[in-house]
């Protein structure tokens, strides 16, 4: 199995930009497809992105496309997300997901680990 810890969240203001790693242990890294999500207060965990055991397939919700950025080291057993021109609609915990295969999918319930959470707040 893998663990998974996200980092770099935190407080930006609106039209800003943040940095979101998650870092893995355990099994063979490039063995998982990968995805961040974001669960807002009340609302259900929603698909960000995903991203191929290769780091060259990525798929986007449309309400981040031209903004963010996914990306992957398998070397460093890392994974990122670069949020840019951010809005207070992106605030939410952003989790990091890992499934064994090559290809990522929008449903939560077909990733097999999970990360605690990373807590980005876009103020207006």
């Known amino acids: 199995q893998v663990q998974l810890v996200e980092s770099g969240g935190g407080l930006v203001q609106a039209g800003g930009s943040l940095r979101l790693s998650c870092a893995a242990s355990g099994r063979t890294f490039s063995s998982y497809a990968m995805g961040w999500f974001r669960q807002a207060p009340g609302k259900e965990r929603e698909f960000v992105v995903g991203?191929?055991?290769?780091?060259?397939?990525?798929s986007y919700v449309d309400s981040v496309k031209g903004r963010f950025t996914a990306s992957r080291d398998n070397a460093k057993n890392t994974m990122y997300l670069q949020m840019n021109s951010l809005q207070p609609e992106d605030t939410a915990l952003y989790y990091c997901?890992?499934?064994?295969?090559?290809?990522?999918?929008?449903?939560?319930?077909?990733?097999?680990?999970w990360g605690q959470g990373t807590q980005v707040t876009v103020s207006s």
């Open positions: 997901a890992a499934r064994e295969g090559t290809w990522y999918y929008p449903a939560p319930e077909k990733y097999d680990y």
């Open positions: 991203i191929s055991r290769s780091g060259g397939s990525t």
